[in-house]
């Protein structure tokens, strides 16, 4: 996207919708996949609109600690939540571990069904943000191709694993 406050990725999944959404919301195999390369611990996992999903992701010493609140949930179609890095008690905090970067994100997820395919869309928006805030979010954006691509990359392995 040209915004300098939203990031997108596109991808196909060889894998059909319901395995797909299953990844994305079951908290068991979401685990797997979200935060590819550190241990993902959810805490609290309510697949409501206004529920809670209280994320660690742990490497080593280190935790990074966050809080996503579901706005809107369309089975097979669409989730949206609202992220904040958080402290130890998951009350709101600036990211410990970036400085500048955005205190809430818009993360939306579109599913669509293509065969024994599934197309998925993810929209990341800096919301509120300082100039400081969107200048780091613009230049960071480049790096969250890593992050979401690796768990791409964990959850093809996921779906084949349950295909076979």
Known sequence: MTELNKYRIDRVFEAPLEMVWRAWTDP???????GPGV????HKFDLTPG???????????KSDLS???????????KLVWKHYSTDAEWNTIANP?????????????EFEADGSKTNVS????????????????????????Q?????????????A????
Do not use: H
Not at 51 to 61: D, R, S, V
Not at 161 to 164: D, W
């Open 122 to 145: 993810l929209i990341l928006e800096a919301l509120n943000t300082t100039e400081a805030e969107l200048a780091c979010f613009a230049e960071k954006a480049a790096g969250l191709e």
């Open 28 to 34: 068991e195999i979401l685990a797997e996949w979200y």
């Open 51 to 61: 529920g809670e999903w209280l994320n660690e992701m742990k490497w080593g010493e």
């Open 97 to 109: 571990m970036m400085e500048n970067w955005p205190r809430e994100l818009l993360t939306t997820v």
């Open 147 to 159: 992050g979401w691509g690796g768990g791409f990359k964990v959850m093809d392995a996921i779906f």
């Open 67 to 77: 809080r996503m609140v579901f706005q809107e949930i369309e089975p097979q179609k």
């Open 39 to 42: 241990e993902t611990i959810i």
């Open 161 to 164: 694993r349950q295909k076979a």
